[in-house]
């Protein structure tokens, strides 16, 4: 049996070797996985969160080997409150990782110990090498910053660890892409690595992160064909394409380009990252929209490309543009930018905002509903203007006493403001203060205050708000 053993551990490793290597850039994809087994005891690798945790959101467990799921169950996993009440929980078990979810919110203050028996083993036989106990601290004062995508949201802690919920395509989390699966998260989950990310971006299907090295990490359907350098600093994804500003300034992207949103001046896919047209190495911003790029130089200058037809790359001629071209007004004062589906916002330095392309719901906030290929003013000419995220159809923006603002489409809830009514105007959420981090996602919002609280609100019909519910919300709901 221990020969058995011993083989079958070393054809999974050699398996690996052969059919997964790092190329330097991420998760490879792959149609087959080796079943990883231990040649003795099992041990936990990680706890995910490592100390404070939130008041509902998922406790990961990472083990060294794929766990057999006839071991796991409320005998062998518990988790108590200090007080000696027991916690109900929901076990989801993926290979070597133990998602752990409390039925119920935590209470702050409260210290909790998750125990796990040496009764768990793996697929093998093999038992976890000792009974574990993790304690955690509960805090309501947790989450530090939001990131929103089309069906699946992220949140930074204030320990810098990465939370995910739910759902997107070929996505594990864990580093391990299990070709066209469909992972869904009704709750935040950390995964176990990467933590304080130098940046993070979520798009249709697909995640990413610039770590603290300054390398590009992939969680997605498609990976990069290629190697990538240790050297990048900005990142946006959007629909079906993503882009990248390099050290030097340099701007890169990949995936779809069917409208020339890679700005390469071709419209062929790229899998390899391809340097857009100009060759310019002064890019300090970017965002990617549907199928259209925007981006800001170092002289404070706009520039578009891709899907114009509406002309949300602020450009008045009616075709796509397949290589940058400056926007319309050749303002010289932009600071910020934020590109949704079909329409675009920015901020200049004085504070004033501005927005171009789609109007049809009041995206734009110029008071009608009227698209524009050129840059307009929001209708209330306000100068205190701080960030602004654009979604599908709908805009977030704060100002810098903390105020958030919202107008747009609100079908689903997504403005907050009670009602599904669409707004073309700025219009307050009397109900929030002190935001400091708000994320626009397709018919969904995200914000967190200066309390370290999470809100919610907008559609909900994948867990995209990670209230364990599949219910939209007209109004900004707390996550706990």
Not at 321 to 346: K, L, Y
């Amino acid at each position: 049996m221990k020969l058995i053993q011993i083989q079958i551990t070393l054809l999974s490793i050699l398996f690996i070797f052969t059919a997964c290597q790092d190329k330097g850039y991420g998760t490879q994809e792959i149609s087959k996985f080796p079943i990883l087994t231990s040649m003795d005891k099992v041990i936990v690798q990680k706890s995910t969160p490592s100390k404070n945790i939130a008041q509902r959101a998922y406790i990961n467990i990472e083990f060294s080997a794929y766990i057999d799921p006839l071991t796991i169950s409320t005998s062998t996993v518990s988790l108590n409150d200090s007080n000696g009440s027991t916690i109900p929980v929901e076990l989801n078990l993926l290979n070597a990782n133990l998602r752990v979810l409390p039925k119920t919110s935590l209470t702050p203050t409260h210290t909790y110990t998750l125990s796990l028996s040496s009764a768990i083993t793996d697929l093998i036989g093999n038992s976890v090498d000792q009974n574990y106990n993790f304690t955690y601290l509960c805090k309501s004062d947790f989450w530090q910053s939001v990131e929103s995508g089309y069906t699946h949201s992220s949140a930074i802690s204030k320990e810098g660890d990465i939370y995910f919920w739910g759902t997107t395509l070929s996505v594990t989390l864990q580093g391990v892409i299990e070709n066209k699966s469909i992972e869904t998260y009704k709750a935040p989950l950390g995964i176990t690595k990467f933590q304080n990310p130098h940046t993070l971006s979520l798009g249709n299907n697909s995640s990413a992160i610039i770590s603290t090295t300054q390398t590009l990490i992939l969680y997605k359907n498609i990976s990069l064909d290629e190697n990538v350098e240790t050297n990048f600093n900005k990142l946006s994804l959007g629909n079906n394409h993503s882009v990248t500003i390099k050290n030097d300034k340099t701007l890169w992207s990949w995936g779809s380009n069917e409208n020339g949103q890679l700005g390469n001046a071709g419209l062929l896919d790229k899998k390899q990252l391809v340097q857009e047209f100009t060759d310019s190495t002064d890019w300090i911003e970017v965002s990617a929209g549907e199928n259209y790029t925007v981006a800001l130089k170092s002289d404070n200058t706009m520039w578009g490309w891709g899907e114009n037809s509406y002309g949300q790359i602020g450009n008045s001629l009616l075709n796509e543009r397949r290589i940058p071209q400056q926007e319309d007004t050749n303002a010289t004062d932009w600071v910020s930018v934020s590109a949704g589906s079909n329409h675009t916002a920015a901020i200049k330095k004085d504070g004033t905002l501005w927005s171009w392309g789609l109007n049809s719901a009041g995206e734009l906030g110029s008071g009608d509903n009227n698209s524009s290929r050129v840059a307009i003013q929001e209708s209330t000419n306000a100068t205190d203007w701080k960030y602004v995220s654009c979604g599908f159809d709908h805009t977030l923006a704060l100002k810098n006493d903390g105020t958030l603002w919202v107008w747009g489409s609100s079908y689903y809830g997504q403005l907050g403001l009670g009602n599904s009514l669409n707004k073309n105007t700025p219009t307050k959420i009397a109900s929030l203060s002190g935001i400091v981090s708000i994320s626009a996602g397709k018919y969904f919002s995200l914000a967190v205050d200066n309390n370290g609280t999470l809100w919610v609100w907008g559609r909900d019909n994948a867990h995209q708000l990670g209230l364990s519910t599949l219910h939209d919300q007209l109004s900004p709901q707390e996550v706990k």
